[in-house]
């Protein structure tokens, strides 16, 4: 089952680029997030949304929120993606995609590619927006402006 508006993101575990154990309960229910579900490392839309996270990362720090971008490519991929392009968020590891399962996120182009979802939950970990656009850099706009409102 896909995730819907007023559901509770669900608790995942994944390694991030530290190499370290990231548990979704550490932040997920004590402040907003934006859980962003992307393709892959290094192709052109992909870069081109997590360098959008990147420049405004302080503007959703600054709503108080955090960011996580989540794709099936392995660790070593997302170390050298973050260190390229100097991304301040987390990144973490979905190769097994029980996270993208978990949350019902889509595929695209036929089921040939991993799906683009972002999810904005508030901080109590309830759901308040879900935006689904192969175009990257809308998802930074529609994420800010409900982070707004809450």
């Given amino acids: 089952m896909a995730l819907k508006v007023g559901d509770r993101i669900p608790n995942f575990k994944a ?23 992307y393709p892959k490392d290094n192709t052109r839309v992909c870069t081109e949304q997590a360098c959008s996270f990147r420049d405004q990362y302080e503007d959703f720090k600054a709503l108080g ?6 794709s099936g490519d392995s660790l070593k991929s997302h170390i050298e993606f973050a260190n390229k392009h100097q991304l301040p968020f987390i990144l973490l590891s979905d190769s097994d995609k029980k996270i993208r399962k978990a949350f ?9 590619v991993p799906g683009r979802t972002t999810y904005v939950a508030d901080k109590n970990g309830i759901v308040q927006l879900i935006f689904d656009s192969t175009s990257g850099k809308i998802h930074i706009e529609k994420a800010l402006e409900i982070l707004k409102t809450m």
């Fill in 65 to 70: 929120a955090e960011v996580i971008g989540i």
């Fill in 15 to 37: 390694i991030d680029t530290k190499g370290d154990l990231f548990d979704s309960d550490t932040i997920i229910g004590k402040k907003a997030v934006v859980i962003y579900f």
């Fill in 104 to 112: 019902g996120v889509p595929n695209d182009y036929f089921g040939l």
